[in-house]
């Protein structure tokens, strides 16, 4: 199958500080990419979904102020975790689509943040 | 708006048995694809199976089939000879075929596979 990386695998920051995750895709181009947080033993909760060129398009209740997400080309998405705090701890998953609508979407292995 | 469901947090099966993880859903779309997932403790989610909602045979990958009931709107996940690595949490979700590839996932099911 098709795979996505995602960097860092983990990170531990002080809180106010920003933190940047990546997300490529490295066999095919990814038309969207979407970025996901799970909590211990919760599901999967769509934050945004990140069209290449466009501006991300941000579920209901997710501050796009807060998670800043930018999909600079058919490869990378990344999520920006602003001025974190230990409530954003968290991990955090990205998954990338070539777009057909059998197609299942690809997923990063997590990035794993711990804001002390 | 769809919805998945999974009604068992955990699950236990032996070694070589069979087991099957609920999922049901709700949707007023025709036209719409099932898929599940593993997540081991590593959190990578590991796609295993897939069904689209106008396939008339149920899916199957390897140890994996899907029981896809379309009037029941469910969409159970069958492992056949359970083995230890499949010891892990498993999600149900679904894609509607107009929803911008959005997938909406169940809360999951524990599964222990035991000696």
């Known amino acids: 199958g098709a795979v996505v990386s995602q960097h860092p695998s983990r990170v531990i920051c002080k809180s106010g500080t920003s933190v940047k995750i990546e997300c490529r895709s490295l066999?095919?181009?990814?038309?969207?990419m979407f970025w996901y947080r799970q909590f211990p033993k919760k599901s999967l909760m769509l934050m945004a979904t990140?069209?290449?060129?466009?501006?991300?398009?941000?579920e209901q209740g997710v501050e796009k102020d807060k998670f800043l997400i930018n999909h600079a080309s058919l490869t990378l998405s990344t999520l920006t975790v602003t001025s974190a705090h230990p409530e954003d701890s968290s991990f955090y998953i990205c998954?990338?689509?070539?777009?057909?609508?059998?197609?299942?979407?690809?997923f990063g292995p997590g990035t794993r943040l711990l804001v002390l | 708006a769809q919805k998945i469901t999974q009604t068992q947090p955990g699950m236990f099966v032996q070694e070589k048995e069979a087991v099957t993880l609920d999922c049901t859903y709700d949707?007023?779309?025709?036209?719409?694809?099932l898929f599940w997932y593993k997540q081991p403790s590593s959190g990578e989610m590991i796609f295993l199976i897939y069904?689209?909602?106008?396939?008339?045979q149920n899916a199957t990958e390897g140890r994996y089939s899907l029981n896809f009931q379309k009037a029941r709107k469910s969409a159970n996940l069958v492992i056949s000879a359970s083995q230890l690595g499949d010891s892990a949490m498993y999600f149900c979700?679904?894609?509607?075929?107009?929803?911008?590839?959005?997938?909406?996932f169940g809360t999951g099911t524990q599964l222990k596979v035991e000696l």
């Open positions: 998954s990338a689509t070539p777009g057909l609508a059998k197609e299942t979407q690809y």
């Open positions: 066999d095919f181009q990814a038309t969207t």
């Open positions: 990140s069209n290449e060129g466009s501006k991300a398009t941000y």
């Open positions: 949707t007023s779309d025709q036209s719409y694809g």
């Open positions: 069904q689209g909602s106008y396939d008339e």
């Open positions: 979700a679904m894609k509607l075929t107009g929803g911008g590839n959005k997938l909406t």
